[in-house]
Antibody
Framework: QLQLQESGPGPVKPSETLSLTCSVS??????????WAWVRQSPGRGLQWIGS???????YYSPSLRSRLTISVDWSGNQFSLKLTSVTAADAAVYYC????????????WGRGTLVTVSS | QSVLTQPPSASGTPGQRVTISCSGS????????VNWYQQRPGTAPRLLIY???QRPSGVPDRFSGSKSGTSASLAISGLQSEDEADYYC???????????FGGGTKLTVL
């Protein structure tokens, strides 16, 4: 059974870079027909799509975050990562990684999420 | 401000049928499929409906979705206590080139 697990360093200071990794087990992220995504949720902003990575390595970013965002992939480690630079309090949220079947345009499997706080 | 508009709350008694609405525009729901997610406290969202009216395997047929014009609805029949959760709609927005989410509807089972 496919499982996704987010991991990261914990609290981030304002203006620093947020780095998170999503480890995928029970299936390969290079399997055709899927995107791998990051979604965040905060009390103030609700659910927000951050960006996605296709099975071939193409990345797609939310326009609101594109200037600060990089999504990368480690094919051999079966994991993908997020780096968000110059974070502010507005970036504090629960960050989820999720799978999106290309044909569905919906996120069908989610990780449990990781809470990211931004504080000096 | 959310791209899609949902009522903040809804309620029903066990066994009842409830519907949750989701209003959008010609750049999102009007031309793209709608997805619905259920989120219980402290857990990740769970996909309930995709492509406006399709259920993933494992989702009870008590849950159904529909779309008309720039609006969509999620219906839950035979309401159960375990259905108490937050429900979110989502659709791709062509103008924003982004996924639009609703602000969520908190469903209370009385």
């Amino acid at each position: 059974q496919l499982q996704l697990q987010e991991s990261g360093p914990g609290p981030v200071k304002p203006s620093e870079t947020l780095s998170l990794t999503c480890s995928v087990s029970g299936g390969s992220i290079s399997t055709s027909g899927y995107y791998w995504a990051w979604v965040r949720q905060s009390p103030g902003r609700g659910l927000q799509w951050i960006g996605s990575l296709s099975f071939s390595g193409t990345t797609y970013y939310s326009p609101s975050l594109r200037s600060r965002l990089t999504i990368s992939v480690d094919w051999s480690g079966n994991q993908f990562s997020l780096k968000l630079t110059s974070v502010t309090a507005a970036d504090a949220a629960v960050y989820y990684c999720a799978r999106r079947p290309m044909a569905w345009h919906a996120f069908d499997i989610w990780g449990r999420g990781t809470l990211v706080t931004v504080s000096s | 401000q959310s791209v899609l508009t949902q009522p903040p709350s809804a309620s029903g008694t066990p066994g009842q049928r409830v519907t949750i609405s989701c209003s959008g525009s010609s750049s999102n729901i009007g031309i793209n499929a709608v997805n619905w997610y259920q989120q219980r406290p402290g857990t990740a969202p769970r996909l309930l409906i995709y492509s406006s009216d399709q259920r993933p395997s494992g989702v009870p047929d008590r849950f159904s979705g529909s779309k008309s014009g720039t609006s969509a609805s999620l219906a839950i029949s035979g309401l159960q206590s375990e259905d108490e959760a937050d429900y979110y709609c989502a659709a791709w927005d062509e103008s924003l080139s982004d996924v639009g989410f609703g602000g969520g509807t908190k469903l209370t089972v009385l």
